[in-house]
T-cell receptor, first 112, second 115 residues
Framework: AQSVTQLGSHVSVSEGALVLLRCNYS??????LFWYVQYPNQGLQLLLKYTSAATLVKGINGFEAEFKKSETSFHLTKPSAHMSDAAEYFC??????????FGAGTRLTVKP | DTAVSQTPKYLVTQMGNDKSIKCEQNLGHDTMYWYKQDSKKFLKIMFS???????INETVPNRFSPKSPDKAHLNLHINSLELGDSAVYFC??????????????FGPGTRLLVL
């Protein structure tokens, strides 16, 4: 079964610094990969998704993720962190059976 | 224009009680889901309904029963609440079942606390 692993339950960066949130997937078939963001006391909001059309996926709020099959990775990046980016980020994988599996989440803290 | 809405937002209740959480989506989607997010933020799917038919049941105790009066609603009824049921429950919907690239749209969550 497909699964994702998020390395680092907590990432802290300074405002303006690069954001890198790691996600590795396990899948025997081409995966559909997603990144969601959860702001405090809110539901999940889709940031971006990979559907095999392009390996570099651009999402909302300046985030992007690159699908690397050789590394089975789908890391999320943003060149310059804003205070408003502080949230919980979830990587997820879905296979053709529509099972959606979330990673454990990474809490991003942005320091002024 | 709320796409996926849940009520109540907060629910505090005693152990042993029976409670329901309601979910409605106005997106015209065919498939709806219930997820449980524990205190460590781990999200686990509980149920999904496609055109009112249950298609996933991830070893959830039978105290939990989803009820779908129509494809725009998927309610979650919980009998004999236990302390371990305390969590945030998220409803979600997607256009169609069986299409892996379909985005799931999430509701704001219902925070359940069992005392």
């Amino acid at each position: 079964a497909q699964s994702v692993t998020q390395l680092g339950s907590h990432v802290s960066v300074s405002e303006g610094a690069l954001v890198l949130l790691r996600c590795n997937y396990s899948s025997s078939v081409p995966p559909y990969l997603f990144w969601y963001v959860q702001y405090p006391n809110q539901g999940l909001q889709l940031l971006l998704k990979y559907t095999s059309a392009a390996t570099l996926v651009k999402g909302i709020n300046g985030f992007e993720a690159e699908f690397k099959k050789s590394e089975t990775s789908f890391h999320l990046t943003k060149p310059s962190a804003h205070m408003s980016d502080a949230a919980e980020y979830f990587c997820a994988v879905r296979d053709n059976n529509n099972d959606m599996r979330f990673g454990a989440g990474t809490r991003l803290t942005v320091k002024p | 224009d709320t796409a996926v809405s849940q009520t109540p937002k907060y629910l505090v209740t005693q152990m042993g009680n029976d409670k329901s959480i309601k979910c409605e989506q106005n997106l015209g989607h065919d498939t709806m889901y219930w997820y449980k997010q524990d205190s460590k933020k781990f999200l686990k799917i509980m149920f999904s309904y496609n055109n009112k038919e249950l298609i996933i049941n991830e070893t959830v105790p039978n105290r939990f029963s989803p009820k779908s009066p129509d494809k725009a609603h998927l309610n979650l009824h919980i009998n004999s609440l236990e302390l371990g049921d305390s969590a945030v429950y998220f409803c979600a919907s997607s256009p169609r079942q069986g299409r892996g690239q379909e985005t799931q749209y999430f509701g704001p969550g219902t925070r359940l606390l069992v005392l």
